[in-house]
Nanobody, 131 residues
């Protein structure tokens, strides 16, 4: 059973920074390389939104709303995905979820229905940005 555990959320003022971490475990033998990790977020009353994901070549996809401010990096030796968030805005306030997907499905991007393609989900970590 794949398990994803997020950490690093918190409260910051606008313009501040936070780094989220997602530790993956429980892959069956040899399966880890077939899966990629990404970040989603969900604000109250809104749909879950894809934020960033890293494919198995280390290439990263980002939502337009976070490009230039957020950086996702995966350390496959530690089965850990990081999300460095800079220049945070109040509209970044949300619950942030780590999620796992078969890497081939990342070709479809992080847009509409992306969340449906991710098979594994963490419990989430709250990020709150005050103005």
């Amino acid at each position: 059973q794949v398990r994803l555990v997020e950490s690093g959320g918190g409260s910051v003022e606008a313009g501040g920074s936070l780094t989220l971490s997602c530790k993956a475990s429980g892959y069956s033998a040899g399966a880890a390389s077939a899966y990629c990790l990404g970040w989603f977020r969900q604000a109250p009353g809104k749909d879950r939104e894809g934020v960033a994901a890293v494919d198995n070549n280390g290439m990263t996809k980002y939502a337009d709303s976070v490009k230039g401010r957020f950086t996702a990096v995966q350390d496959r030796t530690k089965d850990t995905l990081y999300l460095q968030m800079n220049s945070l805005k109040p509209e970044d306030t949300a619950m942030y979820f780590c999620a796992g997907v078969r890497c081939a499905l990342l070709d479809y991007g992080l847009g509409t229905a992306a969340a449906d393609r991710f098979a594994y989900w963490g419990q989430g970590t709250q990020v709150s940005v005050s103005s």
